[in-house]
């Protein structure tokens, strides 16, 4: 994925986005880039659905994660 998120996008955000997605990866679909938030070069927060294996929203959820670990358009979790 590039390094920037865009609204819409649905992405799987695993481990190599941030830590707390280790052992427990979700797929998500971006509705913001908080820009509003201040964080360290190279990391963003992402107000986001996290999708069900159907690709339905379960939960809406801000995260902290690196933009270029998420990969785009997976909907296996």
């Known amino acids: 994925m590039s390094a920037e998120a865009r609204a819409g996008d649905v992405v799987?955000?695993?481990?190599?986005?941030?830590?707390?997605?280790?052992?427990?990866?979700?797929?998500?679909?971006v509705i913001r880039v908080?820009?509003?938030?201040?964080?360290?070069?190279?990391?963003?927060?992402?107000?986001?659905?996290?999708?069900?294996?159907?690709?339905?929203?379960t939960e809406r959820r801000t995260i902290f994660v690196r933009p270029d670990g998420l990969r785009r358009g997976a909907m296996s979790t």
């Open 12 to 29: 799987h955000v695993t481990g190599a986005a941030s830590v707390q997605f280790v052992s427990r990866p979700i797929v998500a679909r």
């Open 34 to 57: 908080r820009d509003d938030m201040v964080t360290y070069h190279g990391w963003c927060w992402l107000d986001v659905y996290q999708l069900d294996a159907r690709g339905e929203a």
